[in-house]
């Protein structure tokens, strides 16, 4: 006798089956006839094989599933900056969590926003590990055509090694413009931009995303925060203040004077 494909019914005939066997397929515990192999069904609680066919694991596991939540207001998920910068409003004191996919560029999102709300940025601040030729023009366009009046770049100091004869000239070309650009190199790994606008607003982004695109799902948050403005800021300025790569160069006038003081001790 094969329990496992067929078992015998002493009932089979009356329904309507071909011979003394029956399919366990569609069966039910109760229709078993236990005590045909030697069993007594009261010594079994048949509830405990009642499983339902949804229902794929009945032992508890270590792997549970992610609970799914409502995305609440002032959360995105988007896959294009241009259209992440259109559609995100950001009030006086609001802040929004925004997740991106790997084709996100952070660099295209943030020159999209700045002329989509036509903020003319006093002064603007970037740290980042690494950027790509395609950042590097575009915060070129920013400053030249005036959007971004004097930018301060903090750049990893593995970036710098890695591309020293590469991209670093080139950086150096497209952003060195009329003393309103200043490369600093340190051992950072942070992500973030903070920049006040001619109006007096202050801007805060930080997150995980670098200005090019990494091919991962990448986060980052953006909020009006005066406080949070002044701390980065504070903190940031002490960075660029020590590292910076680019020294002042005296203009004609002041250099005279500096002559003349050396010369006739004025």
């Known amino acids: 006798m094969e329990v496992h494909k067929r078992i ?26 236990l005590s045909d192999i030697g069993t007594e069904l009261q010594d079994i609680d048949v509830s405990l094989f009642d499983v339902k066919k949804e229902d794929t694991y009945a032992e508890e596991t270590r792997w549970t599933k992610p609970k799914i939540y409502k995305k609440p207001k002032g959360f995105f998920m988007y896959d294009n900056a241009v259209k992440l910068a259109k559609e ?110 001619i109006g007096g607003r202050k801007i805060v982004m930080h997150g995980s995303a670098n200005l090019r695109s990494s091919g991962n799902v990448e986060q980052f948050s953006i909020e009006e925060n005066p406080e949070l403005y002044d701390f980065y800021d504070e903190a940031f300025g002490k960075i660029i203040e020590r590292y910076a790569t680019i020294k002042d160069a005296p203009n004609r006038s002041q250099m005279w004077e500096e002559l003349i003081k050396e010369k006739f001790n004025d």
């Open 8 to 33: 015998k019914d002493k009932g089979a005939k009356n329904k309507g089956l071909q011979g003394d066997e029956m399919p366990l397929e569609g069966m039910n515990m109760e229709d078993l006839q």
């Open 88 to 197: 995100l409003k950001l009030a006086y004191g609001e802040r929004a969590e925004v997740l991106v996919n790997g084709s996100f560029i952070f660099g295209d999102f943030l020159e999209a926003y700045l002329l989509h709300c036509k903020a003319v940025c006093k002064k603007m601040v970037i740290s980042t590990l690494s950027l790509n030729e395609n950042n590097i023009d575009s915060l070129h366009n920013l400053i030249k055509h005036g959007w971004i009046k004097h930018l301060d770049l903090i750049v990893s100091h593995y970036f710098y090694s890695m591309e020293r004869w590469k991209l670093i000239p080139y950086l150096y070309r497209q952003l060195d413009i009329d003393n309103k650009f200043q490369l600093s190199v340190a051992f950072i790994h942070t992500k973030t931009v903070h920049f006040e606008t």
